[in-house]
C-alpha cells in the first residue's frame, strides 16, 4: 500500500459548478451540419456535446480565481491587481518589464513593431503559430520554420520534438545575414504540442548571443513544456517545474505569452523583457491601439485571475493530472491502433487523418470529412489541419496540399473528465471500425483566404 493511490490519476480538484451540455440526435446535428455548409465555425456552439476545437481561452477558472475576479481594482491607471500580476510574472520568467495584452496575437503584433520587422529582415522559429506568422509577414519581414525533421514523421517517438535544428538555424544567421528575431514556441502547437528541450534552448541562446540576435519565447504553454523536461530530462528531474520554467526563461531576452492557454484564463496575455529600449517602444505603441501599460485591453479583475492561474498552472499535482489526462486519451485510441502523431502531446491529440482515412485523397480532404464524422455521429467537435486549413490552391487552378492532413483533439484545462475522455475514445474507435463509411467532402464556397473559417461543403456521395 502507497500514502496515495495515484493508479487512476484522480484529479487534484473537485467539482463546484457545472455547466450543462446538450446530448443532441445525428438527425438534428444532420440537420445543422447541411445547414451550416460542413463547417463547424457556422454551427452554434451549444449544439456540441464535447468541444475540442481548441485548449484557448476554454479553462475552467478555479474558486481561487473566481474570488480574484471579485477583487478587481478598475481604476483606469495602475491599479492594484497590475502590480500582483507583474509581481507574479516577474517572479516566473525573471524578467524586469511585463506588459499586458488582451491576448497572444497583439503581443505578437507589438513585439513585431518594436523590433522594426520590415521586408529587409527574416524571422527565425521551430514553428511558428499561425497568427505569429502573420503578425510577422503583415509586417513584410519573412518568417522561417526550422524544427527538426523528427516533427514530420507522426509515428516516430522523439522525446522533443519541438526542437529546432540549431545547424539550419546557424546556416540561416551566416548565410541570410538579416536574422532579426529567433521565437522558439514552447511547447510548439503547429507540430502537435510537442516539446522543447531545456538544452536546445539552452544552444539556441548561445547562437543568439554570438550573432547578437534578439531571442524570444512564445510561451503560450510553458507550463506544460517545463513539465516535459521534467519527465524526460533527466537532469533536471529533481526541479519543480516553476525552477524549470525559471531556467527556461532566463535564455531568453523575452517571451510573448497568450494567457489563455497555460494562464488558465479566459483572455488574456503578455510580454515580458529586459530591454528597456524594447520597452518604451512597445509601451509607446500599445497606448494607441491597445490600451495604457497597466491594463493593456484587459479589465482589472482580468489581470488577477491571470496571475492566480499562474500560479496554479505550476503546481505539480495539476501539471501531473494535465500530462496523465493526454496520455490516458492517447493509451485508448492506441490500444484500437488508430493512427496519430506520437508521442502524446501536451494539449492535444493529434489524428493522422491520412492514415485514418486512406481511401479518402487530399483534393477530397480526409481531415474535415474526420471531423464532420466525428460530429455527426457523436457531436464532437475537433479541428482540423490539413488540406482546408493549410492547402493553397495556385493561379492555373492546381492544388498544393500539406504533408500532414491532421485532425486536432484539443483538450480544455480543467474542464472534462475521465467519462468524458471514455466517450472520446469509445467514439473515435468506433469511427475507425466504421472509417470506410466516411466520404471525402467537395468545397462548393472557397473563400481563398483563411479558408476554414468561411468555406462551405456537401459531402461526395459513393455511387
Ligand atoms: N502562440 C501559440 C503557440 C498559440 O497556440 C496561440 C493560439 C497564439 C500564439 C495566439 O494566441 O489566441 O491568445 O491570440 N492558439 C489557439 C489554438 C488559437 O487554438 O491553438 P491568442
Redesign the pocket.
Known sequence: MSDFNQKLNPPPFKIKVIEPIKKTTRGERRKWLEEAGYNFFNIAAENIYIDL?????TSAMSDYQWAGIMMGDESYAQCKNFFNFQGIIRDITGYKYVIPTH??????NLICYAFDLDHTKITVSNQF????RANIEISGARALDFVIQEAYKPSLIHDFKGNIDTMALENTIQNEGNVSLIIL?V????GGGQPVSLANIAEVSKIAKKNNIPFFL?A??FAENAYFIKLREKEYQHLSPKEIAKKMFSYANGC?V????DGLVN???FIALNDEQIYRRITERMTVMEGFPTYGGLAGRDLEAIARGLTEVLQEDYLEYRHQQLEYLGKGLEKAEVPFLKPVGGHSINIDAKSFLPHIPQSQFPGWALTVALYEYYGIRA?ELGSVAFGRQQEDGKWIFPELEQVRL?IPRRVYSQEHLNYVIDSVVDLYKNRTKITGMKITYDPGVLRHFTARFIPIVKE
Do not use: H, P, V
Not at 491576448?103 to 505578437?108: I, V
Not at 503559430?129 to 505569429?132: A, I, K
Not at 511547447?187 to 503547429?190: E, G, K, R
Open positions: 476545437l481548441t485548449d484557448s481561452g491576448q497572444g496575437r497583439s503581443a505578437e503559430f499561425d497568427t505569429t514556441t511547447t510548439n502547437n503547429a512564445d503560450a504553454r510573448i497568450s494567457a489563455k492557454k483572455i488574456g496575455g479541428a484539443a
